[in-house]
T-cell receptor
Framework: DVKVTQSSRYLVKRTGEKVFLECVQD?????MFWYRQDPGLGLRLIYF???????EKGDIPEGYSVSREKKERFSLILESASTNQTSMYLC????????????FGDGTRLSIL | GQQLNQSPQSMFIQEGEDVSMNCTSS?????WLWYKQDPGEGPVLLIA?????ELTSNGRLTAQFGITRKDSFLNISASIPSDVGIYFC????????????????FGTGTLLAVQP
């Protein structure tokens, strides 16, 4: 079974803090993704990565950055957290290839006070 | 970014009823995926569709890839209380539509509530 593990299920931080969300997958997937999920808006792609040290912006990258130093790990960074970044964050991974589905972690519910 | 039109937004049904939901797009897709998200969990893949017209079942779930490649539906037969959750469609556009070939576009979700 594919396992995508997010380091925290719940996180509470303060405005202005630098926040790190970690994601690890154990299936040697080339692709990794970070989404945020908000009521009524579905899943929106923040950043994704096709390979180590490679990253590309998704639909809503503003206020976020990412790091992929190792194939199995993809980190999402909130440089200076703001209240509008309170959300559920979901990490996903997949093999390279047109027909490879994405597999998701259980999510991190982040609250910025 | 683009989102898929998913309907209905929510459904409240009695146990045993059949359920149908769908996703539509103004552009074509070469892959359709259906996910279910239980409360407090991440989405789990239910069914993947790769060819126009393809009809695939997974237990009580059946999904179809529309002939026009612009839509897909998911049916759940004889619903049970554990079917409760949010169902998402997701599509992947052909490479010549631009963007990454593994990038998914998601629907806004259908919330399903099943009363025993």
């Amino acid at each position: 079974d594919v396992k995508v593990t997010q380091s925290s299920r719940y996180l509470v931080k303060r405005t202005g803090e630098k926040v790190f969300l970690e994601c690890v997958q154990d299936m040697d997937h080339e692709n990794m993704f970070w989404y945020r999920q908000d009521p009524g808006l579905g899943l929106r792609l923040i950043y994704f990565s096709y390979d180590v040290k490679m990253k590309e912006k998704g639909d809503i990258p503003e206020g976020y950055s990412v790091s992929r130093e190792k194939k199995e790990r993809f980190s999402l960074i909130l440089e200076s957290a703001s209240t509008n970044q309170t959300s559920m964050y979901l990490c996903a991974s997949s093999h390279r290839g047109l027909n490879q589905p994405q597999h998701f972690g259980d999510g991190t519910r982040l609250s910025i006070l | 970014g683009q989102q898929l039109n998913q309907s209905p937004q929510s459904m409240f049904i009695q146990e045993g009823e059949d359920v149908s939901m769908n996703c539509t797009s103004s552009s074509i897709f070469n892959t359709w995926l259906w996910y279910k998200q239980d409360p407090g969990e991440g989405p789990v893949l239910l069914i993947a569709l790769y060819k126009a017209g393809e009809l695939t079942s997974n237990g009580r779930l059946t999904a179809q890839f529309g002939i026009t490649r612009k839509d897909s539906f998911l049916n759940i037969s004889a619903s049970i209380p554990s079917d409760v959750g949010i169902y998402f469609c997701a599509g992947r556009q052909p490479p010549n539509y631009g963007g990454a070939t593994n990038k998914l576009i998601f629907g806004t979700g259908t919330l399903l509530a099943v009363q025993p």
